[in-house]
């Protein structure tokens, strides 16, 4: 011990002697870089007292600029010497064997080598393995990288990187191994890799891309936790490149033991009263006994955070900590008084695309709030689900003032294009669909979508705008423009629809969100001498504009594959100027339970009616028509109130569905499901007419639906059987269908 404090204080004093006052700089060796630059990055001042360990630091400065090859500092006579010798200037970067130049401007983008930046040998392999990432996220691994050098005068550098792409590797299969519990096409639907087929000639996610693969990691986690496998681990994923430009994925999963809450505990800080946290045990007495879910977690702790709000408590915290027993999980919610601690700055850094107020907007947390741990974590999940960051990390410092903090944000961008197609055919005809699509429109967080869908008998052309925080206001606002053209030649019409309108969407109470718009329609509507007295009434134009508004709660445990809650909407239209007014009202409920691992039923309920104003009837095109989703075992538009031969739909309608599903009833390897199902319905109510039977009956019909991944694409069949119709009614026992998107 005493050697060692010998040492020290020896070190120290040899510095404390070696170290001098500088009165001058004397700079050489830098025909680029200015004096005055080299002084501020190596943080060097007049009457500086300068010591070993000072030299040691500005040569470190210097160095982290990447401007120099080499660095030599000497101290003489009160005079630093430094002598500097500079890297090469990049005259130009050469990209050889890609032709497209939105690919190569991206290279250059991504790449730390920059035009007229220094030329740095060592980040030339880095760079390799830039280009190798970025092709690889295309499709492309087996991608080799040569970089090459040609040198002038001046020290002058151009740097080419000759790029041999291959051809895309495309994913022949995926497998799914281990004590996975759930099914490989349940899996399947969740993960976004795909399979290559011969007719998925647009869809991107065919090809191997290694950050889809860490994607599918953390969704088929995500997915397991949300249905109580609270300890799954995805353990690995194997992919096997073949030589053929083929590669196979294997994800192991072990998915453990399938937990549920069986109690939930609120600890209070002794400084906080106890009695305003007293409402949270109602909350939890809805959720003992489900499985655990991380949703339910977050579901809590909001309704928490909603008190401490409405309480106005300043710097309150809370944590969750949750115990394990063997098939149930405890959950014990803290409460505490937090440091009192505020937000000094929120940064904002590797937004290349995206505006800096998208990212704010979504910030829970503002620059001068008190600090919150839990919400900034909440903010950066709320930032993850909007899609369009690859990755979104935070970083907390403590501030320039006593007991503040700085937040740092860091994201990155991520490609928000989508292009994707689909077609089917079946026993009720074939249909096309095309939809291209982009999630961060200029870099403000909106989407914009088109969308083309072509059947036999229509087509059917719209835009679409998605503005999620409408000026900051946390209300989506949207616009909508549409084109509808209907050739029904056997009913001897046909009609043209244009509209337009906008729609705000915004969480009026809790849960319940409350969405009012505006639309204008213009229908034209030509008839031949075939057409029925009605058509032939309403041939020519009818221009309608309309307020409408909604009321919707969904309180589904997850929007993807539901097991339990339920979804409810009320929708009603209303005249603002009409040359036919009417009034619309619809009501939509569907409750969701699972009753074991093997079935998952379903309710659902629909009913709907329209009604002409100042003794008007309703033109045809506004006239209601029961779906196949919501009647199976009748032909498609085949169903209710008849004018001569023309099913012309009803006033109303009216409609009940009990599903059961069994996800587990065929051998895995089959590759398909079966469902039962009991539908009723109604469509009846003649507005234009007394002699026409309005068609009020109960259609009912019992049934079974299969669904199989085929060779071919997804196929799904429809057995039923009526057990109640119309007369008029057209049924249909069996159908099927063959679809997929490309």
Known sequence: MKHLIIFVYLLFFSNILSAEIIKKIDISGNERISDETVKVYGEININQNVDNLKINEIIKNLYSTNFFEDIQISVSNSTLFIKLVEYPVINEIIIIGEKTEKYKEEIKKQIKSKKNGPFVKSLIANDENTIKKLYGSLGFNFLEVKSKVETFEKKRVNLYFEIEKGKKTKISKINFKGDR?????????????????????????????????????????????????????????????????????????????????????????????????????????????????????????????????????????????????????????????????????????????????????????????????????????????????????????????????????SVEDMPTGEISAGAGIGTNGGSFAFNIRENNWLGRGITVSANADVSAESVRGSLEFVDPNYNFTGKQLSYNFENIKNDKSDSGYENSILGAGFNLSYERFKDI??????????????????????????????????????????????????????????????????????????????????????????????ASAINGLDDEDVRVSQRLGLSTKRLRGFEPGKVGPVDGTDYIGGNYT???????????????KSNAEVGLFLDAANIWG????????????????????????????PMSFIFSHNLTKASTDRDQSFTFRLGTTF
């Open 686 to 713: 003649v507005d234009y007419s007394d002699t026409i039977d309005d068609s009020n009956k109960i259609r009912s019909t019992l049934g079974l639906n299969t669904s199989w991944i085929s060779p071919a694409g």
């Open 654 to 668: 009216t409609s009940l569905n009990l599903e059961a599903n069994f996800p587990n009833f065929f051998p895995e």
């Open 181 to 409: 519990k759930i099914r490989d096409r349940r899996l399947r639907d969740i993960i976004t890799s795909q399979e290559s087929k011969f007719w998925k000639v647009i869809t991107k996610n065919t090809r191997l891309n290694r950050s889809n693969i860490a994607l599918d990691k953390r969704l088929l986690t995500n997915y397991y936790k949300s249905i109580g496998y609270y300890d799954v681990k995805v353990l690995s994923e194997i992919v096997e490149l073949k030589e053929d430009f083929q590669a196979e994925i294997t994800f192991n999963i072990n998915a453990g033991t399938r937990y549920r809450i069986s109690k939930i505990s609120t600890k209070v800080d002794p400084v906080l009263e106890k009695k305003l946290f007293l409402p949270m045990n109602k909350v939890y007495s809805k959720v003992i006994g489900s499985y655990y879910s991380p949703f339910i977690v977050k579901n809590i702790l909001d309704e928490l955070d909603e008190i401490i709000n409405n309480e106005d408590i300043q710097f309150v915290e809370h944590n969750v900590k949750e115990i394990v027993n063997k098939e149930s999980i405890e959950i014990e919610i803290n409460v505490f008084e937090g440091q009192k601690i505020i937000v000094e700055k929120i940064v904002i850094l590797g937004n290349t695309v995206t505006n800096e107020t998208v990212i704010r907007s979504s910030f829970l947390l503002d620059e001068g709030d008190p600090f919150s741990k839990l919400k900034v974590d909440k903010s950066v999940s709320e930032l993850k689900s909007k899609g369009i960051f690859a990755s979104v990390k935070s970083n907390i410092k403590n501030g320039t003032m006593p007991n503040s903090k700085i937040i740092e944000i």
């Open 513 to 606: 969100f409350f969405s009012p718009g505006i639309s204008l329609t213009l229908d034209d509507l030509t008839t031949d001498s075939s057409a029925s007295d009605l058509l032939k009434k309403q041939a020519g134009t009818s221009t309608d504009a309309t307020f409408n508004y909604s009321l919707r709660t969904d309180k589904r445990d997850r929007r993807f594959m539901p097991t339990s809650g339920y979804l409810t909407s009320f929708y009603q239209e209303l005249p603002l100027y009409a040359d036919q007014p009417f009034i619309k009202n619809s009501f939509f409920s569907s409750h969701y339970k699972e009753f074991s691992d093997d079935m998952i039923g379903a309710l659902k309920f629909s």
